[in-house]
Nanobody
């Protein structure tokens, strides 16, 4: 059974930094599309950053230039470095691993338990 375990959330002042980690087991992160989502109360879930199996990255416009996603093949872990944090970045951040077959069907779609990020002003 695949498992994603997030860590690294916490409380930080505005302008500060946090690094989230998502350790994967049961799947190979490097052949998956690894995503970081966030979901705050009363708001829609947002796709914050993603990294494809080929290494292509994409970011939510509001975090471009501040957040960086990358992965360690050796550790089977994906990271999200968050710099210049703003109060509006406060949310629960979730790691997601997804992979589709060549026909486009969902091969798997796993989620972590979430980690809270709080940014004080």
């Amino acid at each position: 059974q695949a498992q994603l375990v997030e860590s690294g959330g916490g409380l930080v002042q505005a302008g500060g930094s946090l690094r989230l980690s998502c350790a994967a087991s049961g799947i190979i992160a490097s052949i998956s599309t690894m995503n970081w989502y966030r979901h705050a109360p009363g708001k829609e879930r947002e796709l914050v950053a993603s990294i494809g199996s080929g290494g292509t990255t994409n970011y939510l416009d509001s975090v471009k230039g501040r957040f960086t996603i990358w992965r360690s093949t050796a550790k089977n872990t994906v990271y999200l470095q968050m710099n210049s944090l703003k109060p509006e970045d406060k949310s629960v951040y979730y790691c997601n691993a997804a992979r589709r077959t060549w026909r486009g069907a969902v091969e798997y779609d796993y989620w972590g338990q979430g980690t809270q990020v709080t940014v004080s002003s």
